[in-house]
């Protein structure tokens, strides 16, 4: 068995589909492809999972075996690790499944400079895997005695990324400012509340005591209800909701009403907007971010850049126009200027200060920024060739969109890690997008069935 890359790394059932084996070779391929050689030093951290510590210490191993210094950051948020590799100009690891149940677990990787790994390094990495499981020799050979590497605690630098956090503020700090916060009990347990705390703001914290199975367990940005009662409860002034490795967020309002990403975003990029800081009056969003941030910043003279499912496609069209902001709707915001990948805390803390400096309940500075239409998703499992069933109903597709008009919008995209089509489709009214779906998902299901591909 190999391993294979999705839109965030390689993921899998812990010790069954991701085993300690495939790990270490993952190390060792990872060591070779990604010029730690020549740095001799990579950094790791991990959440929670019971299988976290199993999983370091494999791909800990496979990294030392090729004569890599390993730095052990310990439960750290994911870009933690990013931040640590961006500052150091190290390649860096993190073990962690995000937002999957506690039973899967997986491995991100950061090139030397803490960006994800494009596509090219992806393809790479998984050849030099591939000679790696099947037993080939390395081209060089390998280090003993004094040049296997080490493998070491390194907790003093997690303190500089929390420093960095505090530090994007300019000296402005969240006083005053009541805010509850769900740790999914995750990495985020150990530094959100320390952080937000050190700036003034007044918080209470749930779902913060992991015990290697609970995390993501009905808490954090997949499961909100517990923080938006408790924001109501206590008369806070907002909450964040933090996914497991703490990479990502959504909010909710001092109503108790929950803002996903694209509502994060498109206050966060008003106000860039009026305070000069949006470079080229630019925004980065993938196809999934709703229609309604894209009408906002139509009104405003902010222009959007729209890019396929993942953060690392944000980022790399940041990179590519210079633009200082962008995300996704599920919460994964990056700010180029301050980071290399979405920070939940980070957005969090971003998020805050703008509510300070407003004056104005979250859900008033919300509520006037964009109106979310109605999204209607569902997916069609297919036996086969999911892209070939898209092609084939294009026409649908078509007539569809030009039936929505401006107002509405269709996209119908294969999976990039599952054998099912996604048939999204947003429009004025609920009714409407969902009468949109029903036509559609009918579509792809007949196509499926007429060439044979319809799932079992």
Request: hydrophobic share 45%.
């Amino acid at each position: 068995m190999t391993l294979r890359f999705g839109t965030d790394g390689v993921r899998g059932v812990a010790n069954a589909e991701l085993t300690p084996e495939l790990v270490l070779a993952l190390g060792r391929a990872a060591a070779r492809v990604l010029d730690a050689a020549r740095v001799g030093r990579v950094v790791t951290g991990r959440d929670t999972r019971r299988s976290g510590p199993l999983l370091e210490s494999a791909l800990a191993a496979g990294f030392a075996a090729e004569g890599i210094d390993v730095d052990l950051l310990g439960v750290v948020p994911t870009p933690t690790v990013a931040w640590v590799a961006a500052t150091d100009g190290l390649p860096g690891a993190v073990i962690s499944a995000s937002h999957n149940p506690f039973a899967d677990n997986g491995v991100k990787l950061f090139g030397a400079g803490g960006a994800k790994l494009s596509d090219s390094d992806e393809e790479r990495l998984e050849a030099e895997l591939d000679r790696i499981l099947k037993g080939e020799e390395p081209e060089a050979p390998v280090p003993t005695g004094a040049k296997v590497g080490q493998i070491r605690p390194a907790e003093g630098l997690v303190s500089r990324w929390g420093d960095a956090l505090l530090g994007s503020l300019d000296g402005r700090r969240l006083d005053g400012l009541q805010v509850v916060i769900d740790c999914a009990n995750g990495a985020a347990s150990r530094h959100a509340a320390s952080l937000l705390t050190r700036l003034g703001a007044d918080v209470e914290v749930i779902h913060d005591q992991p015990d290697g199975r609970n995390i993501n367990d009905g808490c954090g940005s997949t499961h909100p209800d517990d923080l938006r009662a408790a924001v109501v409860a206590a008369g806070a002034d907002a909450g964040l909701a933090f996914d497991g490795d703490a990479d990502r967020v959504l909010a909710v309002d001092d109503t108790g009403t929950l803002l996903d990403g694209d509502q994060m975003i498109a206050m966060l990029a008003i106000d860039r907007h009026e305070r000069g800081a949006l470079a080229d009056d630019t925004v980065v969003v993938t196809v999934y971010s709703n229609i309604g941030l894209r009408l906002a910043m139509a009104e405003r003279g902010i222009g959007v850049v729209e890019t396929q499912v993942g953060d690392r496609y944000v980022l790399e069209a940041l990179e590519r126009g210079g633009w200082p902001l962008g995300g996704e709707q599920s919460g994964h915001i990056i700010f180029r200027d301050l980071a290399t990948t979405g920070d939940g805390i980070l957005t969090g803390i971003q998020l805050l200060d703008l509510l300070v400096r407003s004056g104005r309940p979250l859900s008033e500075l919300a509520a006037t920024t964009m109106t979310r239409y109605p999204q209607v998703l569902r997916n069609v499992r297919i036996a086969g060739r999911a892209g070939a069933v898209v092609s084939a109903i294009s026409e649908e597709v078509d007539r569809v969109e030009r039936e929505l008009g401006e107002r509405g919008r269709v996209l119908v995209r294969a999976s990039g890690t599952e054998p099912v089509v996604r048939v999204m489709v947003e429009a004025e009214t609920s009714a409407s997008a969902e009468a949109a779906v029903d036509e559609l998902v009918a579509a792809v299901e007949a196509a499926a069935s007429r060439s044979g591909t319809t799932a079992p």
